[in-house]
């Protein structure tokens, strides 16, 4: 089987296991992770195979959706590739990608680091940023009926990985905690010349929300 077959087959199998999925997390989201790691892949010498393998499947189970189980994503991404008679060694990196792509908190390290991850990491942390990363976060806290915002309650921003995953602030905490510390931790040239954009848009629509909120418009 051809490396383009196996990523039409991934495709699919995505869509389908991802049909019902939150709106923040389902197909769409992937389709655009898998269209921003193609962009910041044409400047960067990495396994194209891997890349589209690795954004294909980095959200397959989130394990936001599975009790916080980070096993799951990988386990079914892994029984899916060997069931294409994937290489063994692409195999492996797609699930090291899987497992150190996401956002965690403050003070977590990256175990694993490779070209690849740095791509693939860089294109999901550009679809929450700007003004995706915007309609995301709201969906996300709206998914989980969260408030708005709560002047009394102040971001965490030294939170352990446990407390992060446990959250449940107020959406807008979400900003201070994740999204606008993503610009500073992009891999890529080009992710980070994207993201300075997406950063300043977040930051315009933070400066209306706290004026609407205020009564001051």
């Known amino acids: ?114 070209l690849e991850l740095d791509v693939v990491q860089d294109a999901d942390r550009l679809d929450a940023i700007g003004a995706m990363g915007i309609a995301r976060c709201f969906n996300y806290g709206g998914f989980k009926n969260r408030a708005i915002y709560n002047p009394e309650i102040a971001p965490n921003l030294h939170m352990t990985k446990e407390e992060y995953k446990n959250s449940n602030a107020p959406t807008i905490n979400h900003f201070y905690e994740k999204l606008l510390l993503l610009k500073d931790r992009m891999n890529t040239k080009t992710g980070k010349k994207i993201a300075e954009q997406r950063h300043d848009f977040m930051e315009q629509f933070l400066d209306q929300f706290y004026k609407e909120w205020e009564g001051q418009l």
């Not at 999925?21 to 193609?38: C, L, T």
């Not at 194209?48 to 690795?54: E, F, R």
């Not at 980070?70 to 990608?97: C, D, W, Y």
Request: negative net charge.
């Open 1 to 114: 089987m051809t490396a383009e077959e196996v990523i039409a087959k991934t495709v699919d199998f995505v869509k389908k296991s991802l049909h019902d999925a939150e709106g923040g997390h389902d197909w769409f989201h992937i389709e655009r992770v898998f269209k921003n790691a193609q962009l910041i892949s044409k400047q960067e010498n990495v396994d194209q195979t891997v890349v589209s393998l690795g954004a294909l499947l980095h959200d397959i189970a989130d394990s936001k959706f599975h009790d916080g189980d980070e096993s799951v994503g990988p386990r079914i991404a892994r029984t899916f590739l060997e069931n294409l008679n994937v290489q063994s060694n692409t195999i492996e990196h797609v699930i090291k990608i899987i497992e150190n792509i996401s956002f965690k908190g403050g003070n977590v390290d990256q175990k694993f680091k490779s």
